[in-house]
């Protein structure tokens, strides 16, 4: 049965914010009634938050990490080790891993993974850009640390071959992350972990 609403400015608000992932129309409805019973200013506040958000957030000209400027301050630093990236699929992986403390290195953020059901191949991710980056001669090694799922193993491999006439190390993160899951869900310890004791990628396979 459908919600009757005695507002046509409250349904419009809840079938927005009800587009959002994980958002249903009870929720919607009840984020809607707590920004109406704030003052004006705090409306106006979030919706400005929103609306910077979208028009003035870049992305790093090297790893493609959200910023505030053309270069994010994890690549601007020059006490993190360049020569070692770590391939992500995107900017929540780049925060989990942050907070482990684990890693020195800097980051490739892909913009996801090989996908064919859902229609996103190697052309809709920045590999172009990583195998640029390796061409250019400054990287040793490069961590691959995506989902253990069929897709990011998928990834993994596609990227591993680009890079296998590089002279660098390719490995990828140890399997303290259960296969299935999702690295910005594994805890802290768990995460850093599998970061500290990767391994190389050519022996995670068989040839």
């Known amino acids: 049965m459908n919600q009757k609403y005695p507002s046509a400015l409250l349904e ?38 929103l609306l910077n958000l979208r028009k003035e957030v870049k992305y790093c000209k090297v790893c493609h990490n959200i910023c505030d ?29 942050e907070n482990t403390g684990q890693f020195r ?10 996908s064919p059901i859902e229609g996103i191949g190697p052309g809709d991710l920045q590999i172009a850009s990583l195998v640029d980056r390796v061409a250019a001669g400054d990287v040793k090694e490069v961590v691959m640390a995506l989902s253990t799922t069929m897709e990011g193993d998928t990834t993994n491999f596609f990227i591993y ?31 850093g972990r599998s970061i500290v004791n990767r391994t190389s990628f050519n022996d995670s396979i068989k040839i």
């Open 12 to 49: 419009n608000a809840v079938n927005e914010l009800s587009s959002l992932p994980g958002v249903g129309r009870k929720t919607a409805l009840r984020l809607a009634l707590y920004i109406l019973r704030r003052d004006v200013a705090y409306a106006e506040g979030f919706a400005s938050a």
């Open 69 to 97: 400027d053309e270069m994010c301050g994890i690549c601007a630093d020059p006490q993190r080790d360049h020569s070692l990236v770590c391939v992500v699929e995107n900017i929540k992986e780049v925060m989990a891993i």
């Open 105 to 114: 290195g800097v980051y490739h953020v892909l913009g996801g993974i090989i």
């Open 161 to 191: 071959r680009k890079l296998s006439s590089y002279q660098i190390n390719v490995s990828v993160i140890a399997r303290g992350v259960s296969i299935g899951d999702e690295i910005e869900y594994a805890d802290e310890i768990t995460l």
